[in-house]
């Protein structure tokens, strides 16, 4: 009852479970908090052109560069959809920036049975003064996304502690 049973990744419930106690130890121990909230670019074109059983393959796909590209104590979850979420306990925007960049440039350079895939990412993070809730957290990271998706897709954006958004270059 806590895998998403395509990607065996966590699911959205033992997410809200894990962050929850990742909050807490933020704030306990005054360490920083970085979401990536990641969405797989024209996933529906995938599965309209090459089919459903292509776009799980996709997914699966993505959700393997995702857990390769996370630390032990990071959180990776199959939010729903297309939409994965990354925790990233005790990193700041830059550190989870360079972790986004990492996993975009992965899934960019490789191809899915003559599908090619690209995805946005939108990050947010949490610093030791803040007591951000989830759901807070989310929403910059989800607005992020949006503006990447927004802007052109195939790119990261991030959400700044004073809520405005910017592009990062890496």
């Known amino acids: ?6 990607t065996g990744l966590l699911n959205r419930r033992e997410l809200n479970n894990q962050a929850h106690r990742m909050l807490l130890q933020t704030h306990r121990l005054n360490l920083e908090l970085a979401m990536l909230v990641i969405d797989v670019d024209h996933f529906k074109r995938v599965n309209d052109v090459f089919g459903h059983a292509t776009g799980d393959k996709v997914l699966q796909h993505v959700s393997t560069i995702i857990s390769a590209g ?28 360079r972790i986004a960049e990492n996993i975009r440039m992965s899934i960019e350079n490789t191809s899915m049975e003559g599908v ?48 405005s958004i910017s592009q990062l270059t890496i």
């Not at 009852?1 to 395509?6: E, K, V």
């Not at 939010?79 to 306990?89: A, I, K, P, Y």
């Not at 995805?119 to 989310?138: C, M, P, Q, T, Y």
Request: a negative charge.
């Open 116 to 163: 090619n895939i690209t995805i946005s990412i939108g990050v947010a993070s949490i610093n030791k003064e803040k007591r951000d809730s989830f759901d807070s957290l989310f929403s910059r990271s989800d607005a992020a996304l949006l503006e990447a998706k927004k802007s052109g897709r195939n790119k990261i954006v991030v959400s700044n502690n004073d809520q």
């Open 1 to 6: 009852a806590t895998t998403d049973p395509l």
């Open 70 to 97: 996370r630390r032990n104590e990071d959180v990776v979850a199959r939010f729903g959809g297309e939409e994965f979420v990354l925790l990233l306990l005790n990193a700041n925007n830059i550190d989870a920036a």
